[in-house]
């Protein structure tokens, strides 16, 4: 496996791929130790995922005591390498890349250039060839009423943020309508949608747009390289963009959960998490041989994991099962969710130096599900032969085939797939018949 399989989100990767013996904690204090001796006195603490990536023409706006302090003899150097670097990224950039990469703007963030990380950490998500658009954002709650109460009177709680990665197939549109239908009854959500795709969808915006559920809709594609992976890593892009866009935003209020597009949840499985502090845990029903997943709970306290399928994880769990504390998770500057099929859980969870006794059992000391992971059944979109001299404004056909092309679901052809079989008192006729 490539080392970049590992590379977590903002920080340079120097270990060896060897991840099966990776003490991701240790390595983290190791860096953080070792950031905070070299740091100056009075610099104040580097945020990785608040810098301006080193090509984007932010990067110029980065505070520069660290370039400009005992360094003197390096500026002109280094004056002309930035702005060649500068000039390379906007030409080679495009402009919602570079909008992309200013997101939260990362002008104002501290130095790293004291311990020479920040240009390895821009090298690296080259190296990933990650890219991120924000596509579009509502942050309006306008909904009136969720469950029979005014909104109002959910004033004081938590916010969640519902990760959802997706990507183009023929289910895509009707998952996220389900899913919509959903946290729609959820007060105090901001869905996070993540779409694994080079563009903006912007069917999906209106889509989004439409609900009045405060969101986001972020076009996060995965890496080429990985695409062609079997197991391809699915939805990894996704999350690492929707934490990336929390880190950016220094939201450090909220609970944090990852649910996947196809799954279903129990909206009691909201009320539960709202009240994680750390890390709350609960059974994943569907998962793999058992039929389940999820934390052995003895006296109110998880001891261990029931799940079929083990590789040496430390944190045997799906991504449905458990939810994070954004404060809590804000103390580790190096949240990493890992380009790893059936490891990002385990490694996401060690990255934010998880404990056993941190777990808070839900779900009624994780005797119920609350969440499904369902799988709905993927097949090809559909190809009807029909004449596109009849799609026009005369009947209804002309627009519900544009709609469901749209939406991926299926396409109307002059040449191609099995003829429209259009009937009328039991008995097909011809498509002149009915529609000139
Ligand atoms: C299981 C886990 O429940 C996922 O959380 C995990 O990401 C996935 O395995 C994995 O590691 O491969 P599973 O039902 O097998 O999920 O996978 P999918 O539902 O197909 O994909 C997980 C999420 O990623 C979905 O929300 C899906 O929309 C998204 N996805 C899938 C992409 O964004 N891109 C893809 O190419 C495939
Ligand atoms: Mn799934």
Redesign the pocket.
């Known amino acids: 496996m490539p080392s970049a399989y590992y590379a977590p989100l903002d920080q340079p990767q120097t270990s060896s791929d060897d991840d099966e013996e990776e003490d991701i904690e240790r390595h983290q204090q190791q860096q953080q130790n070792k950031r905070h001796q070299r740091r100056p006195k009075g610099a104040a603490p580097s945020i990785p995922f608040l810098k301006a990536h080193p090509h984007s023409p932010m990067a110029h706006l980065r505070g520069s005591s660290g370039v400009v302090g005992g360094r003197r003899r390096c500026l002109l150097p280094l004056l002309g390498a930035l702005l060649f670097l500068i000039a390379f990224c906007y030409f080679t950039l495009g402009v919602d890349t570079r909008l992309a990469l200013g997101l939260g703007g990362g002008g104002g963030a501290s130095d790293d250039s004291d311990d020479g990380m920040h240009s390895l950490d821009g090298i690296l998500s080259r190296a990933l060839n990650e890219t991120l658009h924000l596509c579009s954002e509502g942050l309006l709650d306008r909904r009136l009423y969720v469950q029979d109460k005014p909104m109002e009177q959910y004033g004081h709680l938590p916010i969640i943020y519902f990760v ?4 183009p197939r023929r289910e895509q549109i009707p998952e996220l309508t389900r899913l919509a239908h959903t946290l729609l009854h959820v007060p105090r959500l901001h869905w996070l949608v993540a779409n ?1 795709q080079e563009g903006c969808n912007m069917f999906m915006d209106m889509m989004l747009k439409k609900f009045g559920i405060p969101y986001t809709h972020l076009a996060s594609p ?1 890496p080429s390289n990985f ?1 062609k992976a079997k ?6 892009a ?1 999350r690492r963009a929707a934490l990336q866009w929390l880190r950016q935003r220094n939201l450090t209020n909220g609970i944090l959960y ?1 649910g ?3 799954n279903t949840y129990d909206l009691r499985l909201f009320s539960e998490i709202r009240q994680t502090q750390r890390v709350s845990m609960f059974p994943v029903g569907f998962i793999a041989d058992y039929g389940v997943s999820g934390p052995v709970v003895r006296k109110g306290k998880v001891v261990a994991f029931l799940d079929s399928w083990l590789a040496g994880r430390r944190w045997p769990v ?3 099962g458990f939810a994070v504390n954004l404060e809590y998770m804000a103390q580790f500057p190096y949240v990493n969710m890992p380009y790893k ?2 490891f ?1 859980e385990d490694r996401f969870l060690r990255s934010i130096g998880l404990r056993l006794d941190h777990i808070e059992p839900r779900g009624n000391n994780c005797t119920e599900i609350l969440v499904w ?1 369902t ?1 709905t059944k993927n097949k090809k979109a559909a190809v009807v032969r029909l004449e596109s001299e009849y799609l026009d404004g005369r009947s209804n056909l002309g627009a519900l085939f544009r709609s469901l092309k749209i939406m991926g679901v299926a396409s109307a052809s002059d040449t191609e797939g099995p003829k429209a079989l259009i009937s009328k008192n039991g008995k097909a006729a011809a498509h002149s018949t009915i529609l000139s």
């Open positions: 959802t990665p997706t990507y694994d995965m695409r197991p391809a890593p699915r939805g990894v996704n990852f996947d597009d196809d799906d991504m449905a099929p059936g990002e992971h799988q």
